[in-house]
């Protein structure tokens, strides 16, 4: 059967109007927009997984470093940095002094990037849009809500692995008389955009930290 200009009258295919193109376009302008916005939310999730997995795995590095080294052993909550993030590092006791030495940032960044591989040989870094909360044993918060700058120094929170490969609870680990943990710490863990409610749900990972410095990590919900 003849088609398009050659077809008799009545019977020549229409072409597509103007209008026709443009909604094709916006419908698939918003499938687009949807498929990105679910790849970065699915990417966002990803990143809070990830962080709570590597913050876990570290707790092992300190317990296993501190019998390497044969000196106790820290894992210091670095403060959070804007446009960097946070710091979360394994510290050798090189002094064996009990004190954690803030030469882990020799430029007073707030991060431990620079820090000598003998005082700091294992770091993640936490991404900015992951916050840390409530690090905590005994049922005492040593920090405030979600961690951010403050004070002097690198540390926003510390626990010790002693040479029985005991936990042993901040403030005095880094000052005074170390004190061994009876029960859990923990440190949380979400998403900053969960918190402000623009990314839901809600999902937090709980890193728990046993006083014989074996640690687990749990989701909820």
Not at 196 to 213: D, K, Q, R, W
Request: proline share 7%; hydrophobic share 40%; charged share 15%.
């Amino acid at each position: 059967m003849p088609t398009g200009r050659w077809a008799p009258p009545g019977k020549r295919r229409r072409g597509f109007s103007l209008i026709e193109l443009l909604v094709v376009v916006v419908i698939i302008g918003i499938s687009l927009t949807l498929g990105l916005s679910g790849i970065l939310s699915a990417l966002k999730r990803q990143r809070l997984a990830t962080a709570a997995s590597e913050v876990n795995n570290l707790v092992t590095k300190v317990y296993s470093t501190m019998q390497d080294e044969n000196l106790r052993t820290f894992l210091v909550f670095g403060k959070y940095v804007e446009g960097s993030g946070t710091d979360v590092a394994v510290v050798v006791d090189r002094n064996d002094n009990g004190v954690c030495d803030e030469a882990i940032d020799p430029n007073n960044d707030g991060l431990l990037h620079d820090a000598p591989t003998n005082l700091v040989p294992w770091r993640v870094r936490v991404p900015e849009d992951v916050a840390l909360s409530n690090v905590a044993a005994n049922g005492q918060v040593f920090t405030g809500a979600w961690l951010r700058p403050s004070g002097s120094g690198p540390v926003s929170a510390v626990l010790l692995c002693d040479f029985m490969g005991r936990a042993i609870t901040p403030p005095e680990a880094v000052g005074g008389t170390p004190a061994v943990a009876t029960g859990l710490a923990t440190v949380q863990l979400s998403h900053r955009d969960m918190i402000s409610g623009s990314l839901s749900p809600l999902v937090t990972y709980t890193v728990s930290i046993g006083p014989l410095f074996k640690s687990s990590v749990r989701r909820a919900p």
